[in-house]
């Protein structure tokens, strides 16, 4: 009965910061995955996802390349995403229990594109969503369009499970990728086709971080 109230309780606190997605995954099975996380992680069992959408109308203007526009806003969104989680996680330990905020951006290696953990995996055993033909989480309702952070606890709380659904027919994506990353397989995404895509368009100085934003823009759900 707690874990149901616990769940409820920190929904709602985390919707009233503005969080659009939230779910909660059991991690006892994919700790093994984390890096840098052994002792952190080690007795914390649930991991608590929340995403931000993004906006719809910044993304529409991403057909070929990312705009300044998008680059400042996906830093935004990232910034607001952090501030969240870091509340969520004082109102968990407040509670007084354990809770700690994974931004929503911190590489430790680009080149593999490697990270303490990875949202999106858990954002799919948090029901949020699944991995689609563009390596991204894709939720039914928003598409790929949103950004994620978690925040691993030991807080006893109600786990969700994942979706099981997936793209189906669609195949959005594999046409829009300018650099044909994106294969009608997920597993065949091609890691490096992409970033090195990536790196083109920040030597070409439109953003300055390694971000696109083309697959995310036609990622609008499947209603
Ligand atoms: S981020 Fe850009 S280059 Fe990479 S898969 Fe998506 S559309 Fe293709
Ligand atoms: S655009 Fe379509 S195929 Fe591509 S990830 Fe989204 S739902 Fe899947």
């Known amino acids: 009965m707690d874990k149901i109230k616990n769940y409820a309780s920190v929904k709602k606190f985390s919707q009233k910061e503005g969080i659009d997605l ?6 006892r099975g994919v700790k093994g995955e984390f890096q840098s996380l052994e002792s952190l992680a080690k007795d914390l069992e649930s991991a608590i996802c929340l995403g931000v959408r993004l906006s719809a109308a910044i993304l529409s203007e991403i057909i070929k390349a990312p705009t300044r526009l998008y680059f400042h806003h996906y830093r935004t969104v990232n910034a607001y995403l952090d501030q ?3 509340k969520v ?3 968990i330990q407040r509670k007084g229990f354990r809770a700690l905020p994974i931004p929503a951006s911190i590489i430790l290696n ?3 594109q490697t990270a303490h953990l990875s949202h999106k995996k858990l954002g799919v055993l948090a029901g949020l969503g699944w991995i689609g ?24 709380i109600k786990t969700d499970k994942p979706s099981g659904k997936d793209c189906g027919a669609c195949c959005l994506c594999v046409k829009a990728c300018p650099a044909q990353a994106i ?7 091609d890691h490096i086709k992409c970033f090195e895509k990536l790196k083109e368009f920040q030597r ?20």
């Open 22 to 27: 939230f779910g909660v995954a059991d991690i």
């Open 84 to 86: 969240a989680a870091l």
């Open 89 to 91: 996680a004082n109102f």
């Open 110 to 112: 680009w080149e593999n």
């Open 133 to 156: 033909r563009n390596n991204l989480l894709v939720n039914e309702k928003i598409g790929s369009q949103m950004r994620l952070a978690t925040i691993l606890t030991d807080l006893p």
């Open 183 to 189: 294969k009608e397989s997920p597993v065949d995404f």
């Open 204 to 223: 070409q100085k439109l953003v300055d971080q390694y971000i696109c934003g083309v697959c995310v823009n036609v990622c609008k759900g499947r209603k």
